[in-house]
């Protein structure tokens, strides 16, 4: 945890250096909700979890060129949820309510990217790509106990987004985002397994299970503009 945060840290000091040697640097927050989803041994086969994140971010702005660099730092609780609807039991009759099982990780996300930007009528639109980090801090397995094991505490993927940028002044924007991110590993893995079966008395196995997540978001937020001017 404590290498993860130096890191962070190296990161937005080394973008705000570049920024200072361009025209000028921007910074801001943003957050919404994020729907996320697992693949099962390859498989999506779930419900979404409906959750939240936060992200902070700092990039070059250079007023002659379109394109920047960025990195963002953010929580995001991500997973999936199993639902299972009101039923009643045709043989005993015996009514069962509707229940939502969640499994969340809460992770901690460090991106490092390039957006581009083009004019969309009064707006600013843009889109962007970036190699992503997180590190897992916490983890609620409500459905899934026993699998604690197997969480991996490091994650990476790749993020995919697009937006809109409102001016409010010369140097404050509105920003609306949207983003897919997908994992490249594995937020749970656990190998395969034999056992002996005390009940059969024969040895089974325990098939390999991978999980890896998905997540979509949409975030709202404010961008600061801090240009740096030069007198001769």
């Not at 199993?82 to 939502?100: E, K």
């Not at 899934?144 to 995919?160: A, C, S």
């Amino acid at each position: 945890m404590k290498k993860l945060g130096i890191l962070v840290v190296s990161v937005l000091c080394m973008l705000h250096s570049a920024g200072l040697c361009a025209q000028g640097y921007a910074f801001g927050l943003k957050g919404g909700p994020t729907m996320g989803l697992q693949k099962w041994n390859n498989i999506q086969t779930n419900d979404p979890l409906f959750a939240y994140h936060i992200v902070g971010f700092i990039e070059t702005a250079d007023e002659g060129l379109t394109g920047s660099l960025f990195a963002e730092s953010g929580y995001h609780v991500k997973g999936r949820a199993v639902r299972f609807r009101s039923s009643v039991n045709p043989n005993t009759g015996i009514a069962y309510d509707a229940q939502t099982f969640k499994l969340k990780f809460n992770n901690i996300s460090l991106s490092l990217g390039a957006r581009n930007r083009f004019p969309v009528g009064n707006l600013l639109g843009n889109y962007s790509f970036a190699l992503r980090g997180e590190y897992n801090v916490s983890s609620d397995l409500e459905l899934y106990q026993g699998y604690e094991d197997g969480i991996q505490k490091f994650v990476f993927g790749l993020t995919v987004g697009g937006g809109f940028e409102f001016p409010f002044s010369e140097l404050v924007s509105g920003v609306l985002d949207f983003r897919f991110s997908p994992d490249i590993t594995r937020q749970i893995f656990i190998p395969a397994s034999r056992y002996n079966n005390p009940y059969t008395g024969t040895q089974e196995v325990i098939s390999e299970q991978s999980v890896k997540n998905l997540a979509f978001e949409v975030s709202l937020g404010i961008r600061f503009l801090h240009k740096v001017i030069y007198i001769d």
